[in-house]
């Protein structure tokens, strides 16, 4: 087992955890430890809320989460010897929960407080929570599911350049500027409201927190991706935008389907990270990378090939208008039809809309070429349900399948 590089206290707030965590995005936050390539060490992360949400039966916590909180991260930690244009390595070698902390949750967050993919079908909070049976998950408030986890850090990249920040704020304002007054807001503006910047105190933390963007998006550092595949064994390089790359991570998934729909859509929990690290000097001009590039893990879940169900999704809204090769509605159609689907199984729409969140679908474009209409696919394993949800002649069998916690 690797030494302990950056350790979270799960019992504080990220304010009382010294220098172990962040949640904006700044080149000027301070790295809290340095690595050297070659070196293999562990990273503790809390989970992405700072403990906000609890293991019980309301979802009142889903409710009144102050987003201006999220995400907290682990960091930065410094590479030595990376430069502005070099490429990063990062290779994920283990990742896990923490004794005693065998649980996990998932989300629908409310229109008024960040919304989802699907917020207009959902608009009110709904939580579940999740118990993990070595790699399996179950949920007390979702019978009838069990499915591995393919865990991975929801979030992971490297801190921007002044220059990259600056343009990252200036596109997201101009977004907004489109429709000022939308619920939810199109995209979230810097905001020192609950801003954690490390060790920065006074003027210039006062003016970071100000400055600094949020860790909402995924972006050229890569930051907010939810890429599942991205669990043990992955690798992920990452461009180096200042000197010593200073990366950072947390948002630690148990599991997430494609899409990760439901906003705090995958079985969220806190936990540790192995990772090693190197670099390729001048990496970016050697391949030509604006991006990060993942090599995904090679252990996931083996449902088969054809241990799936596929539902089927055009350009076409819930409203019956045609869009033209819009794979955002056709992915949205996907899953609608797949939740109407679920629903004749006995779960009510929002818990099928969690399981599409977070157990391990796949998504696909399938066809981007047949105007007027994209198809893209969900893929539901099967064998994520304890009975058989494939089409019979017989009909669903409908159950008991519990209830998710709501708002009071």
């Known amino acids: 087992m690797p030494d302990t590089l950056v350790s979270v206290d799960l019992s504080k707030p990220a304010r009382e955890q010294g220098d172990a965590v962040h949640n904006r995005w700044h080149p000027e936050i301070p790295p809290v430890a340095s690595v050297n390539p070659g070196e ?20 009142n916590d889903v409710r009144d989460l102050p987003l201006s909180l999220v ?3 682990s960091g930065p930690i410094a590479v030595n010897g990376a430069e502005p244009g070099d490429l990063l390595i990062v290779e994920l070698l283990d990742i896990g929960a923490f004794r005693d902390y065998e649980w996990g949750y998932t989300g629908i967050f409310a229109r008024m ?7 207009d079908a959902f608009p009110d909070p709904r939580k579940a929570i999740w118990d993990f049976e070595g790699i399996y998950a179950k949920s007390r408030h979702l019978r ?3 499915f591995p986890g393919i ?14 920040l600056r343009q990252w704020n200036e596109r997201e304002a101009a977004l907004i500027q489109t429709q000022p007054d939308r619920v939810p807001p199109l995209a979230q503006p810097p905001n020192p409201e609950n801003a954690v910047v490390g060790t920065l105190s006074g003027a210039d933390a006062d003016r970071v927190a100000k400055e600094a963007a949020r860790t909402v998006p995924p972006r050229e550092n890569c930051g907010n991706h939810d890429i599942k595949n991205l669990s043990r064994g992955a690798r992920a390089y990452f461009v180096v935008f200042v000197p010593g790359a200073n990366l950072s991570m947390g948002d630690i998934h148990f599991s997430q389907g494609d899409g990760e729909i439901t906003f705090c859509g995958a079985v969220e929990m806190p936990g540790w ?3 090693g690290v190197d670099l390729i000097k001048d990496g970016v001009n050697k391949y030509g990378l ?8 090679p252990v996931e879940p083996h449902f088969g090939p054809t241990r799936y169900l596929l539902f089927e999704g055009i350009s076409v809204d819930r409203q019956g208008e045609q869009h033209y090769v819009d794979a955002s509605v056709s992915y949205a159609d996907a899953c609608m039809k797949a939740i109407n689907y679920l629903s004749h199984f006995g779960y009510t729409e929002e818990q099928a809309y969690i399981i599409l969140s977070c157990a391990p679908c796949e998504g696909r474009i399938s066809a981007i070429v047949d105007i007027p209409s994209a198809c893209c696919t969900l893929a539901v394993p099967i064998d994520a349900f304890e009975f058989d949800i494939t089409p019979n002649a017989d009909g669903p069998v409908a159950a008991d399948r519990g209830k998710l916690a709501t708002a009071s």
């Open 151 to 164: 865990v991975h850090p929801g979030q992971i990249g490297t801190a921007p350049s002044e220059a990259l």
């Open 40 to 59: 293999v060490v562990r990273v503790e992360c809390k989970d992405w809320t700072d403990g906000w949400i609890k293991n019980d039966d309301s979802a």
């Open 273 to 275: 990270i192995d990772l």
């Open 290 to 297: 604006t991006n990060s590039v993942v090599v995904p893990s």
């Open 113 to 119: 407080n960040g919304g989802s993919f699907l917020v």
């Open 71 to 73: 995400h907290i991260l």
């Open 144 to 146: 009838g599911v069990r």
